[in-house]
Antibody, heavy 131, light 111 residues
Framework: QVQLVQSGAEVKKPGASVKVSCKASGYTFTNYGISWVRQAPGQGLEWMGWVSTYNGNTIYAQKLQGRVTMTTDTSTSTAYMELRSLRSDDTAVYYC????????????????????????WGQGILVTVSS | QSVLTQAPSVSGAPGQRVTISCTGSSSNIGAGYDVHWYQQLPGTAPKLLIYGNTNRPSGVPDRFSGSKSATSASLAITGLQAEDEADYYCQSYDSSLSVVVFGGGTKLTVL
């Protein structure tokens, strides 16, 4: 079955970096991009960015620009997300999710507009930033 | 503050029907972009519930249905069950921000 399996929980000090992984199985990895979404404790979902598994192109949320890097390894069907200069408000559960559209952006065609959806999701990784 | 607006909470008794709304603007739902819904059970990852406004993935009961009009979308749950107690999120795309956007989530309590 199609699934994404993420690495284990991380505890980091402020200013450090974290790199988490997301291994895909059950489908052709390079046919779908991977997005990362995070959820702070008790809060909603925040889209972080998208990486093409085909050519490595990326697009990041503006607030994370300069601190985040998303990459993939097609030989192992694994996506990675690295977040640097960690702060306490980066404490969150980080999810990877397969994005249904080829590219990161919605598009309009034939009078209809399409936004992609996320399915499936990884199980999530709790990253705790604390001194 | 989320680009898509959802009520923080909604409740209903077992067997009842509840609706969860998602309000956007002219740059997202109002621009014609479709809406997707996710169910997040406590302590678990979100799960796709409705895609493309009205479509249910395989395995999602037909008690769940979606609709969209103008600048808003709705998720309806009929025959409410205890296991439906969860957080529900809507998601679309915003052409002004050029990013995927989520609603703030609605916590459904089954009384």
């Amino acid at each position: 079955q199609v699934q994404l399996v993420q690495s284990g929980a991380e505890v980091k000090k402020p200013g450090a970096s974290v790199k988490v992984s997301c291994k895909a199985s059950g489908y052709t990895f390079t046919n779908y991009g991977i997005s990362w979404v995070r959820q702070a404790p008790g809060q909603g979902l925040e889209w972080m960015g998208w990486v093409s598994t085909y050519n490595g192109n990326t697009i990041y949320a503006q607030k994370l620009q300069g601190r985040v890097t998303m990459t993939t390894d097609t030989s192992t069907s694994t996506a990675y997300m690295e977040l640097r200069s960690l702060r306490s408000d980066d404490t969150a559960v980080y999810y990877c999710a397969r994005y249904s559209l080829w590219g990161p952006r919605g598009y309009c065609s034939g009078g209809n507009c399409y936004s992609g959806w996320f399915d499936p999701w990884g199980q999530g990784i709790l990253v705790t930033v604390s001194s | 503050q989320s680009v898509l607006t959802q009520a923080p909470s909604v409740s209903g008794a077992p067997g009842q029907r509840v609706t969860i709304s998602c309000t956007g603007s002219s740059s997202n739902i109002g621009a014609g972009y479709d809406v997707h819904w996710y169910q997040q059970l406590p302590g678990t990852a979100p799960k796709l519930l409705i895609y493309g406004n009205t479509n249910r993935p395989s395995g999602v009961p037909d008690r769940f249905s979606g609709s969209k009009s103008a600048t808003s979308a709705s998720l309806a749950i009929t025959g409410l069950q205890a296991e439906d107690e969860a957080d529900y999120y809507c998601q679309s795309y915003d052409s002004s921000l050029s990013v995927v956007v989520f609603g703030g989530g609605t916590k459904l309590t089954v009384l």
